[in-house]
């Protein structure tokens, strides 16, 4: 950090488990200071941030009220991680801007909203011009893995035929809650009634195909998305799961598009229990082609609060509105 410049004063917004663990990870930074917070939950009311996320922490009063929370400090940024779908927290980030915050979010919608959510994306992009700061969405995927990072080594290709973009994630590494998002020990029925209901599964698969298609500025038609359990052969004992076959390891999700000239956009994304091999893949077939893998895959949870940490300063710096788009070199 340059010695003239002071910490960025962050409130915490949401201190569930990824949000606690971006409250933990701030007390390393030299260039942040946390210095509010917020959490309606039943579980914090009352508390301090030191008595929620950890010992070392700021005895910082956990607010159930967002002009509460935003009163103490006098915080420039709202580190925000509460929800994915954007009607769930469009109210929330115009709050936060209408009192001068600029906001980092997890919220995996938010990384190419426009096209499912064209007015709430006017709305809160306006709110922030208004009140002269960003709204940027951080993350890993969306965020960078499945959208921004392939954009950006596209700019290393004279032409591209295609993008393919592959995950194979072991939920055996992650917290508790993903395996839960994922129905690992569900029945493969239930499972596939939850899919029904779009109410199982990661959020932003599509958002991401978006992201990546107006990045290389391709004009993309349909795209076919496809969510399946993925069904145990045999008896899975890890991470404290007892999975017995038959039941579901976790899911597996496909989002493909194609652009006017038939040029495909392919994400696939596998996350299950017994995952031995888990991996990352950037494939670019074109001038040159390009392949970049993350042996043993990114570790989300803690890249997702790194992206969090990161966009503070970035946000303070920025221009005002909602970011949907980083100004980056793209291939075509």
Not at 24 to 36: C, F, G, I, Q, Y
Not at 127 to 156: C, E, H, K, Q, Y
Not at 278 to 306: C, K, N, S, W, Y
Not at 307 to 323: K, S
Request: hydrophobic letters at 45%; aromatic letters at 2%; glycine letters at 10%.
């Amino acid at each position: 950090m340059s010695a003239e410049r002071k910490p960025v004063r962050v409130m915490h917004v949401g201190l569930g488990q990824i949000g606690a663990a971006i409250a933990r990870a701030a007390m390393n930074r030299a260039d942040l200071e946390s210095v509010a917070a917020y959490d309606p939950g039943p579980a914090v009311a009352g508390k301090t941030l030191d008595e929620v996320c950890g010992e070392g922490l700021p005895a910082i009063a956990v607010r159930d009220r967002l002009a509460a929370a935003a009163a103490d400090g006098a915080p420039q940024v709202a580190l925000h991680a509460v929800a994915s779908h954007i009607p769930d927290i469009e109210p929330q980030l115009i709050e936060l801007v209408s009192a001068g915050l600029n906001v980092v979010t997890t919220a995996e919608e938010l990384i190419s909203p426009q096209n499912r959510y064209p007015e709430a994306t006017a709305r809160i992009d306006e709110a922030a011009r208004a009140a002269g700061v960003t709204i940027f969405a951080a993350g890993v995927n969306p965020g960078v893995l499945m959208d921004r990072l392939p954009v950006f080594l596209s700019s290393l290709c004279i032409r591209i035929d295609g993008v393919r973009v592959s995950r194979l994630v072991d939920l055996g590494q992650r917290r508790e809650a993903l395996r839960r998002k994922m129905g690992v020990g569900a029945e493969s029925d239930d499972v596939r009634a939850r899919i029904e209901a779009g109410s199982i599964g990661h959020v932003g698969l599509i958002e991401s195909l978006q992201h990546l298609a107006g990045g290389l500025g391709w004009q993309i038609g349909d795209i076919d998305e496809q969510l399946a359990p993925v069904i145990g052969e045999t008896d899975v004992e890890r991470a404290g799961e007892s999975v017995p076959a038959g039941r579901v390891l976790g899911l597996h999700h496909t989002a493909v598009a194609r652009a006017a000239d038939g040029r495909p956009i392919e994400l696939s994304l596998t996350m299950r229990l017994d995952a031995e091999e888990p991996v990352d893949v950037v494939e670019i077939d074109g001038e040159p082609p390009l392949r970049l893998r993350f042996e043993g895959g990114v570790a989300g949870d803690q890249a997702t609060v790194a992206t969090v940490l990161n966009g503070a300063r970035f946000v303070v710096d920025a221009e005002p509105g909602l970011i949907t788009r980083l100004p980056i070199p793209a291939g075509c």
